[in-house]
């Protein structure tokens, strides 16, 4: 009797063998597949990441507030500061500020100061609205210097609107101060 081989025949695939048995010999590509889970997890990533990015490149200018509060003439009159306005600036100031001024005042650069608003403390004839004051430095060897300044603005009601009496110095505005 002869032996009977237990070869397939060359048209038969043969059955998948490998170190752990027949599963292990499965082709290179469907073991380095990726997960679908895992692909859907970073394309959910990627999408937020952009989302992101587009809110804060556009996000643009703080709104507005409301002129007739302190606040929002606290933000006017900062804004005409740092845009170098001093006429539209001194319309939010009282008739005592705008004499306060004296030429040996220090002037902070507006270009590279930041206002943030912190509170408001608003009573019946007067108002406090304080500030967080960020003023940026040129570059150094390690990049450009930052300092930061809490300070108040002083404000009365003067009929139906409100007057800051008093700025902190990097916002005081000196108009027609003639050095002698």
Known sequence: MSPVSQEPEPNEPKPATGPAGPRAAEPAAAQHRPDRTLLA???????LVIVALIVVFT???????????????????SAAVIAGDESAAAAYLTDAAKTRCSSGMPQAGADSLRVTLVSTTERPESADVRVLMTVSEGGGPFGSAEYQMDDSFDLVKTGDKWLIDRAPWQLTVCQNTAVK
């Open 59 to 77: 996000r643009g200018e703080p709104a507005p507030l409301d002129a007739a509060t302190p606040a929002g003439v606290v933000q006017r009159y």
């Open 41 to 47: 997890i970073l394309a959910a990533i990627a999408a």
